[in-house]
Protein backbone atom coordinates (compact mmCIF):
# COMPACT_ATOMS: atom_id res chain seq x y z
CA UNK A 1 0.00 0.00 0.00
CA UNK A 2 1.03 3.46 -0.72
CA UNK A 3 -0.77 6.74 0.53
CA UNK A 4 0.32 10.36 -1.14
CA UNK A 5 -0.21 12.85 1.56
CA UNK A 6 0.55 15.74 -0.77
CA UNK A 7 -1.30 16.35 -3.74
CA UNK A 8 -3.31 19.22 -5.36
CA UNK A 9 -6.39 18.91 -7.81
CA UNK A 10 -8.52 22.19 -8.94
CA UNK A 11 -12.44 22.03 -10.28
CA UNK A 12 -12.17 20.56 -13.86
CA UNK A 13 -13.42 24.19 -15.70
CA UNK A 14 -10.63 26.08 -12.94
CA UNK A 15 -7.27 23.85 -13.46
CA UNK A 16 -5.96 24.98 -16.83
CA UNK A 17 -5.67 28.42 -15.49
CA UNK A 18 -4.79 27.73 -12.30
CA UNK A 19 -1.93 25.62 -13.47
CA UNK A 20 -0.28 27.90 -16.11
CA UNK A 21 -0.48 30.84 -13.64
CA UNK A 22 1.50 28.88 -10.60
CA UNK A 23 3.79 27.25 -13.20
CA UNK A 24 4.65 30.94 -15.01
CA UNK A 25 5.16 32.67 -11.28
CA UNK A 26 7.33 29.85 -9.96
CA UNK A 27 8.94 28.58 -13.73
CA UNK A 28 8.02 25.14 -12.53
CA UNK A 29 5.94 23.13 -15.20
CA UNK A 30 3.61 21.01 -14.42
CA UNK A 31 3.01 16.95 -14.57
CA UNK A 32 -0.67 16.36 -15.08
CA UNK A 33 -3.87 18.21 -15.69
CA UNK A 34 -4.51 19.08 -12.38
CA UNK A 35 -8.12 17.51 -12.50
CA UNK A 36 -9.28 14.45 -10.09
CA UNK A 37 -9.78 12.21 -13.04
CA UNK A 38 -6.16 12.96 -14.41
CA UNK A 39 -4.88 12.24 -10.37
CA UNK A 40 -6.77 8.84 -10.27
CA UNK A 41 -5.04 8.09 -13.56
CA UNK A 42 -2.14 8.57 -11.73
CA UNK A 43 -2.65 6.99 -8.84
CA UNK A 44 -3.53 3.84 -10.88
CA UNK A 45 -0.20 3.67 -12.62
CA UNK A 46 1.92 4.74 -9.97
CA UNK A 47 0.08 2.20 -7.49
CA UNK A 48 -1.08 4.87 -5.42
CA UNK A 49 -4.35 3.53 -2.90
CA UNK A 50 -4.91 6.57 -1.58
CA UNK A 51 -4.40 10.33 -2.68
CA UNK A 52 -5.18 13.61 0.23
CA UNK A 53 -5.95 15.83 -1.17
CA UNK A 54 -4.81 19.61 0.08
CA UNK A 55 -6.91 22.46 -1.07
CA UNK A 56 -6.50 25.84 -0.67
CA UNK A 57 -8.19 29.51 -0.19
CA UNK A 58 -6.35 32.05 -1.11
CA UNK A 59 -8.42 34.67 0.07
CA UNK A 60 -11.48 34.73 2.12
CA UNK A 61 -14.22 34.99 -0.59
CA UNK A 62 -12.62 31.28 -1.67
CA UNK A 63 -13.62 29.49 1.50
CA UNK A 64 -16.83 28.46 0.78
CA UNK A 65 -16.25 27.53 -2.66
CA UNK A 66 -12.81 25.60 -1.77
CA UNK A 67 -14.51 23.61 1.21
CA UNK A 68 -17.59 22.78 -1.15
CA UNK A 69 -15.31 21.25 -3.80
CA UNK A 70 -13.80 19.10 -1.13
CA UNK A 71 -17.09 18.10 -0.06
CA UNK A 72 -17.65 17.30 -4.05
CA UNK A 73 -14.61 15.20 -4.25
CA UNK A 74 -15.39 13.13 -0.85
CA UNK A 75 -18.33 11.82 -2.06
CA UNK A 76 -16.72 11.28 -5.72
CA UNK A 77 -13.90 9.36 -5.35
CA UNK A 78 -13.32 6.77 -2.82
CA UNK A 79 -9.52 6.83 -2.50
CA UNK A 80 -9.03 10.33 -2.99
CA UNK A 81 -9.38 12.29 0.62
CA UNK A 82 -9.75 15.79 0.72
CA UNK A 83 -8.70 18.64 3.30
CA UNK A 84 -10.59 21.63 3.70
CA UNK A 85 -8.70 25.52 4.09
CA UNK A 86 -9.64 28.35 6.12
CA UNK A 87 -8.20 32.12 5.44
CA UNK A 88 -7.08 34.28 8.08
CA UNK A 89 -9.49 36.99 7.29
CA UNK A 90 -12.55 33.97 7.69
CA UNK A 91 -14.79 34.72 10.21
CA UNK A 92 -16.79 32.40 12.71
CA UNK A 93 -13.44 29.90 11.85
CA UNK A 94 -14.92 27.33 15.04
CA UNK A 95 -18.00 27.36 12.96
CA UNK A 96 -16.03 26.10 9.24
CA UNK A 97 -13.99 23.84 11.48
CA UNK A 98 -17.12 22.19 13.18
CA UNK A 99 -18.82 22.21 9.83
CA UNK A 100 -15.80 20.42 7.78
CA UNK A 101 -15.43 18.15 10.75
CA UNK A 102 -19.03 16.84 10.94
CA UNK A 103 -19.48 16.37 6.37
CA UNK A 104 -15.81 13.84 7.29
CA UNK A 105 -13.16 16.02 6.25
CA UNK A 106 -9.87 15.48 8.25
CA UNK A 107 -8.03 17.97 7.87
CA UNK A 108 -6.93 21.49 6.59
CA UNK A 109 -4.88 22.86 4.54
CA UNK A 110 -3.20 26.33 4.90
CA UNK A 111 -0.49 28.00 3.16
CA UNK A 112 0.79 30.67 4.71
CA UNK A 113 3.02 32.02 1.50
CA UNK A 114 0.07 32.50 -0.17
CA UNK A 115 -2.29 34.20 2.19
CA UNK A 116 0.93 36.75 3.26
CA UNK A 117 0.69 35.54 6.59
CA UNK A 118 3.44 34.34 9.25
CA UNK A 119 2.49 30.71 10.36
CA UNK A 120 2.45 31.91 14.12
CA UNK A 121 0.43 35.09 13.30
CA UNK A 122 -2.46 36.01 15.70
CA UNK A 123 -4.78 35.65 12.65
CA UNK A 124 -4.49 31.60 12.28
CA UNK A 125 -4.40 31.30 15.87
CA UNK A 126 -8.48 30.08 15.90
CA UNK A 127 -8.04 27.87 13.16
CA UNK A 128 -5.16 25.72 14.82
CA UNK A 129 -7.04 26.13 18.29
CA UNK A 130 -10.18 24.88 16.67
CA UNK A 131 -8.16 22.13 14.89
CA UNK A 132 -6.59 21.44 18.29
CA UNK A 133 -9.59 21.07 19.96
CA UNK A 134 -11.58 18.98 17.36
CA UNK A 135 -9.08 17.20 16.25
CA UNK A 136 -8.50 18.00 13.31
CA UNK A 137 -5.20 17.34 11.08
CA UNK A 138 -3.59 20.77 9.61
CA UNK A 139 -0.83 20.39 6.73
CA UNK A 140 1.20 23.88 5.95
CA UNK A 141 3.68 24.89 3.62
CA UNK A 142 6.63 25.55 5.70
CA UNK A 143 9.87 27.13 4.24
CA UNK A 144 10.76 28.40 0.82
CA UNK A 145 8.50 28.43 -1.68
CA UNK A 146 8.36 30.36 -5.02
CA UNK A 147 5.55 32.91 -4.65
CA UNK A 148 7.73 34.50 -1.55
CA UNK A 149 11.35 33.75 -2.49
CA UNK A 150 12.45 37.07 0.01
CA UNK A 151 10.15 36.13 3.37
CA UNK A 152 9.43 32.61 4.47
CA UNK A 153 5.93 32.96 5.82
CA UNK A 154 6.21 29.39 8.41
CA UNK A 155 10.13 29.30 9.55
CA UNK A 156 11.08 26.66 12.04
CA UNK A 157 11.01 28.88 14.99
CA UNK A 158 7.50 30.14 14.01
CA UNK A 159 6.58 26.24 13.81
CA UNK A 160 7.91 26.11 17.00
CA UNK A 161 6.43 28.61 18.84
CA UNK A 162 2.76 27.38 17.20
CA UNK A 163 3.00 24.22 19.22
CA UNK A 164 4.48 25.70 22.01
CA UNK A 165 1.21 27.64 22.18
CA UNK A 166 -0.94 24.46 20.68
CA UNK A 167 0.52 21.21 22.18
CA UNK A 168 -2.23 19.17 21.14
CA UNK A 169 -2.48 20.35 17.61
CA UNK A 170 -1.85 17.70 14.89
CA UNK A 171 0.22 19.55 12.71
CA UNK A 172 1.92 18.25 9.58
CA UNK A 173 4.87 20.25 8.05
CA UNK A 174 4.89 19.90 4.14
CA UNK A 175 8.45 19.36 2.56
CA UNK A 176 10.38 17.61 5.01
CA UNK A 177 9.68 19.90 8.26
CA UNK A 178 11.03 23.38 6.43
CA UNK A 179 11.40 23.18 3.00
CA UNK A 180 15.10 23.85 1.71
CA UNK A 181 15.86 25.05 5.70
CA UNK A 182 16.94 21.29 6.26
CA UNK A 183 20.06 22.44 9.03
CA UNK A 184 17.08 24.03 11.11
CA UNK A 185 14.76 21.18 10.55
CA UNK A 186 17.39 18.95 11.86
CA UNK A 187 18.20 21.31 14.83
CA UNK A 188 15.12 22.49 16.00
CA UNK A 189 12.44 20.46 14.63
CA UNK A 190 13.42 17.09 14.70
CA UNK A 191 12.04 15.31 17.24
CA UNK A 192 9.23 17.57 18.19
CA UNK A 193 5.66 16.70 18.15
CA UNK A 194 4.91 17.42 14.42
CA UNK A 195 4.75 15.30 11.13
CA UNK A 196 6.89 15.85 8.19
CA UNK A 197 5.67 14.96 4.58
CA UNK A 198 8.00 14.20 2.09
CA UNK A 199 6.81 16.58 -1.30
CA UNK A 200 9.00 17.06 -3.21
CA UNK A 201 11.76 15.24 -1.94
CA UNK A 202 14.20 14.54 -4.68
CA UNK A 203 18.04 16.09 -6.01
CA UNK A 204 15.63 18.86 -8.71
CA UNK A 205 14.33 20.21 -5.37
CA UNK A 206 16.99 20.45 -3.35
CA UNK A 207 16.89 17.25 -0.90
CA UNK A 208 19.90 14.99 -0.77
CA UNK A 209 19.77 11.29 0.33
CA UNK A 210 22.07 12.36 2.84
CA UNK A 211 19.82 14.98 4.47
CA UNK A 212 16.62 12.91 4.10
CA UNK A 213 18.30 10.09 6.19
CA UNK A 214 19.08 12.21 8.64
CA UNK A 215 16.20 14.25 9.19
CA UNK A 216 14.31 10.98 9.21
CA UNK A 217 16.93 9.27 11.64
CA UNK A 218 16.51 11.94 13.83
CA UNK A 219 13.16 12.49 13.84
CA UNK A 220 10.12 10.24 15.15
CA UNK A 221 9.60 7.49 12.10
CA UNK A 222 6.04 7.18 13.23
CA UNK A 223 5.55 10.76 12.22
CA UNK A 224 6.62 10.92 8.77
CA UNK A 225 4.73 11.18 5.59
CA UNK A 226 4.97 9.98 1.72
CA UNK A 227 4.10 13.07 0.03
CA UNK A 228 4.47 13.99 -3.59
CA UNK A 229 3.06 17.66 -4.28
CA UNK A 230 1.33 16.44 -7.60
CA UNK A 231 1.17 18.06 -10.15
CA UNK A 232 4.34 19.63 -9.29
CA UNK A 233 6.63 16.46 -8.71
CA UNK A 234 5.80 13.13 -9.89
CA UNK A 235 4.86 10.53 -7.79
CA UNK A 236 7.49 8.06 -9.07
CA UNK A 237 10.78 10.00 -8.57
CA UNK A 238 9.66 10.89 -4.63
CA UNK A 239 8.99 6.65 -4.35
CA UNK A 240 11.83 5.73 -5.78
CA UNK A 241 13.90 8.53 -3.68
CA UNK A 242 12.30 7.37 -0.18
CA UNK A 243 13.23 3.48 -1.83
CA UNK A 244 16.36 4.27 -2.51
CA UNK A 245 17.25 5.81 0.71
CA UNK A 246 18.99 3.63 3.72
CA UNK A 247 16.30 3.07 5.81
CA UNK A 248 14.94 -0.42 6.89
CA UNK A 249 11.88 -2.17 5.64
CA UNK A 250 9.76 -1.62 8.44
CA UNK A 251 10.58 2.43 8.36
CA UNK A 252 10.07 2.58 4.58
CA UNK A 253 6.52 0.94 5.11
CA UNK A 254 5.69 3.36 7.82
CA UNK A 255 6.40 6.55 5.52
CA UNK A 256 4.58 4.98 2.59
CA UNK A 257 1.29 3.75 4.42
CA UNK A 258 1.57 2.89 7.93
CA UNK A 259 1.66 6.31 9.59
CA UNK A 260 -0.70 8.00 7.25
CA UNK A 261 -3.31 4.70 7.54
CA UNK A 262 -3.44 5.75 11.32
CA UNK A 263 -3.24 9.22 10.95
CA UNK A 264 -6.10 9.08 8.77
CA UNK A 265 -8.30 6.41 10.34
CA UNK A 266 -8.50 3.84 7.23
Not at 163 to 190: E, M, S, Y
Not at 218 to 225: G, R, W
Amino acid sequence: MIIDFHTHIFPDNLAEKALSKLSAIGGIPYCNNGTADCLIKDMKLNHIDYSVVLNVATNPNQVDNVNNFALYIKEKYDNLIPFGSIHPKSVCVRDIVKSLKNNGIKGIKLHPDYVNTLVDDESLAPVFAAASEMDMLVVIHTGYDFISPDLVHASADAILRVIKRFPDLKLVCAHFGCNLFWKDVIQKLCGKNLYFDTSLACEKFGMTKQVAEVIINNHDDEKILFGSDLPWCEVNIVRDFILSLNLTDEQKNKIFYKNAKKLLGI
